[in-house]
């Protein structure tokens, strides 16, 4: 799904070939307070020898038959550094060099001659922050002078909140060009409002179905909830909540908070945790690891100031 663009580039005066270890970076720096979707780049490409060998392929097989020309014609070369060129890589990353937070590919046969071509990446569902710097990492597997992908860019620093950069021989450069790109957001009502408002998720988990009780953990979570309470907070109180109810109450957590407001996060009950993973236990003891979980659900949150308070086993593992 693509919603509004925020940042782009359109302004186009060539383009750069892409092929073997030439790899293209884009940066920019949203606006906004939104969800990642995607991002277009306007590329194409020019293949020579892929083609002639394509179509003596085609021409020696003609004879035996269409279905197998189709057949073979499908089969994707595969020899990352020689002359096919082969599958593009769009990666999306927080730095230059850091690590691929999610990759799309796109086959060649995707890739006409010249197109503005859409990258899917609302999978991530990776939360952007105004003024912060992002990347858009674009890398061909094989292709050579005469067999490349063109990236097209805009002469003279276009775009004024990032820079595009070359990586050739081992080293990254920054361009006087900035690629053609439009970066989509989807927008989510988590922008700043000007109003700093408090909530907090209070667990209380004292009876659990296999027995094994928490004893005095619903009286001093119920002190919690109204000490909370008491001081202004937006307070959703869970008293032996199921794993089920306490995945909702992140949501509403989530739904409810906004980049300015401050979000608390209260569980008292059974926890475990090695050195590898922490995980806190809900009544019907279903779990709720600290690194996957819980994680990404606050990940998934805007608000600046979060306070987690874990009062469980293994909560210096969470
Ligand atoms: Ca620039
Ligand atoms: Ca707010
Ligand atoms: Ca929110």
Request: hydrophobic fraction near 30%; proline fraction near 3%.
């Given at each position: 799904?693509?919603?509004?663009?925020?940042?782009?580039?359109?302004?186009?005066d060539?383009?750069?070939?892409?092929?073997?270890?030439?790899?293209?970076?884009?940066?920019?720096?949203?606006?906004?307070?939104?969800?990642?979707?995607?991002v277009?780049?306007?590329?194409?490409?020019?293949?020579?020898?892929?083609?002639?060998?394509?179509?003596?392929?085609?021409?020696?097989?003609?004879?035996i038959?269409?279905?197998?020309?189709?057949?073979?014609?499908?089969?994707?070369?595969?020899?990352?550094?020689?002359?096919?060129?082969?599958?593009?890589?769009v990666?999306?990353?927080?730095s230059?060099?850091?690590?691929?937070?999610?990759?799309?590919?796109?086959?060649?046969?995707d890739?006409?001659?010249?197109?503005?071509?859409?990258?899917?990446?609302?999978?991530?569902?990776?939360?952007?922050?105004?003024?912060?710097?992002?990347?858009?990492?674009?890398?061909?597997?094989?292709?050579?002078?005469?067999?490349?992908?063109?990236?097209?860019?805009?002469?003279?620093?276009?775009?004024?909140r990032?820079?595009?950069?070359?990586?050739?021989?081992?080293?990254?450069?920054?361009?006087?060009?900035?690629?053609?790109?439009?970066?989509?957001?989807?927008?989510e009502?988590?922008?700043?409002?000007?109003?700093?408002?408090?909530?907090?998720?209070?667990?209380?988990?004292?009876?659990?179905?296999?027995?094994?009780?928490?004893?005095?953990?619903?009286?001093?979570?119920?002190?919690?909830?109204?000490?909370l309470?008491?001081?202004?907070?937006?307070?959703?109180?869970?008293?032996?909540?199921?794993?089920?109810?306490?995945?909702?109450?992140?949501?509403?957590?989530?739904?409810?908070?906004?980049?300015?407001?401050?979000v608390?996060?209260?569980?008292?009950?059974?926890?475990?945790?090695?050195?590898?993973?922490?995980?806190?236990?809900?009544?019907?003891?279903?779990?709720?690891?600290?690194?996957?979980?819980?994680?990404?659900?606050?990940?998934?949150?805007?608000?600046?100031?979060?306070?987690?308070?874990?009062?469980?086993?293994?909560?210096?593992?969470?």
């Open positions: 799904m693509k919603e509004e663009f925020d940042q782009s580039q359109e302004k186009e060539g383009y750069f070939k892409l092929y073997g270890d030439i790899a293209y970076t884009q940066s920019f720096k949203p606006e906004k307070y939104y969800k990642f979707v995607g277009d780049l306007l590329i194409g490409k020019k293949v020579i020898f892929n083609n002639v060998r394509n179509r003596l392929i085609a021409k020696i097989l003609s004879f038959g269409a279905r197998l020309s189709r057949l073979i014609m499908n089969i994707q070369p595969v020899e990352p550094n020689g002359w096919w060129l082969d599958l593009l890589r990666t999306f990353r927080e230059l060099d850091g690590e691929d937070l999610l990759r799309v590919y796109m086959s060649p046969r890739v006409p001659d010249k197109a503005w071509l859409y990258f899917d990446f609302s999978e991530l569902d990776y939360k952007m922050k105004p003024n912060k710097e992002y990347y858009i990492f674009i890398k061909a597997s094989g292709g050579n002078e005469r067999n490349y992908y063109k990236i097209f860019y805009g002469d003279n620093n276009p775009y004024d990032g820079s595009a950069y070359i990586y050739q021989g081992g080293t990254w450069s920054e361009l006087n060009q900035d690629l053609c790109f439009r970066e989509y957001g989807e927008y009502g988590n922008e700043p409002d000007g109003v700093t408002e408090h909530w907090a998720l209070v667990i209380g988990c004292e009876h659990y179905s296999d027995g094994r009780d928490a004893p005095y953990t619903i009286n001093s979570t119920k002190n919690v909830a109204s000490l309470s008491e001081s202004g907070w937006s307070v959703s109180l869970l008293i032996d909540a199921t794993r089920n109810d306490i995945l909702n109450g992140l949501e509403w957590l989530e739904e409810q908070e906004d980049a300015d407001d401050v608390l996060f209260y569980f008292s009950g059974h926890g475990s945790g090695s050195t590898e993973l922490g995980s806190i236990q809900a009544s019907d003891c279903g779990t709720l690891s600290s690194r996957r979980d819980l994680k990404y659900k606050f990940d998934s949150m805007y608000a600046e100031k979060m306070v987690l308070i874990f009062d469980s086993c293994g909560s210096g593992h969470s």
